[in-house]
């Protein structure tokens, strides 16, 4: 139990398209999510916590009307980058949790922008 | 306060050997310290977890030694693996296992055959 998906795995856009990553909790209902980013051989950053109904809280540095997140339901939350720029490419991990339980990550989208 | 220090960068150990990667933290507040292992191009997953209550967690191969005076925690990997070659990373947080991670900046282990 507790698996989490990502959609795509990965993905190539030109610069100034927007891409959207979905994250899903197949077997469980995640009252929270999370979204990292992932430089190559660097640990993982925070981007932004995510309760199901609410807006998302932003870690400081983290431009929000760039990285749009929604969590629209207790088993789905999408990461949306706006007018992408090869900056951006990198490896982006959603993680979901429930009360009482540990967070559950998921493979992993590639992202790279052109 | 809010970092999590790890070491070694990198580490190779022989198969069959012991594998130790160390954690240190300032924030007394966090009350959770799980580790996790990433295989290249995948996400990372749970290996073991402890809480400040305990000073040492067993699960298999691994364990989690830690030391709250010393706000440091550490993994061990005993009679490592060739397919133990990952990178691995320690994490802390407060107020329970679901609130945001502190990970650290994590370890390349090599098991050689």
């Known amino acids: 139990g507790a698996v989490v998906s990502q959609h795509p795995s990965w993905v190539i856009c030109k610069s100034g398209t927007s891409v959207k990553i979905e994250c899903r909790s197949l077997?469980?209902?995640?009252?929270?999510m999370f979204w990292y980013r992932q430089f190559p051989k660097q640990s993982l950053m925070l981007m932004a916590t995510?309760?199901?109904?609410?807006?998302?809280?932003?870690e400081q540095g983290v431009e929000k009307d760039k990285f749009l997140i929604n969590h629209a339901s207790l088993t789905l939350s999408t990461l949306t980058v706006t007018s992408a720029h090869p900056e951006d490419s990198s490896f982006y991990i959603c993680?979901?949790?429930?009360?009482?339980?540990?967070?559950?990550f998921g493979p992993g989208t590639r992202l790279t922008v052109l | 306060q809010q970092q999590v220090k790890q070491s070694p960068q990198s580490l190779i150990v022989q198969k069959g050997g012991i594998s130790i990667i160390n954690c240190a933290y300032e924030?007394?507040?966090?009350?959770?310290f799980p580790w996790y292992q990433q295989f290249p191009g995948k996400g990372p997953a749970l290996l073991i977890a402890?809480?400040?209550?305990?000073s040492e967690k067993k699960e298999g191969r691994f364990t989690i030694s830690f030391n709250k005076s010393a706000k440091q925690f550490s993994l061990h990997i005993m009679d490592s693996q060739p397919g133990d070659s990952a990178t691995y990373f320690c994490?802390?947080?407060?107020?329970?296992?679901?609130?945001?991670?502190?990970f650290g900046t994590g370890t390349l282990l090599a098991v050689q055959p």
């Open positions: 993680s979901a949790s429930r009360p009482e339980d540990t967070q559950y």
């Open positions: 077997d469980f209902q995640a009252t929270t």
């Open positions: 995510s309760n199901e109904g609410s807006k998302a809280t932003y």
């Open positions: 924030n007394t507040a966090f009350d959770y």
């Open positions: 402890i809480r400040p209550d305990v």
């Open positions: 994490a802390a947080t407060y107020g329970g296992a679901t609130n945001k991670l502190i």
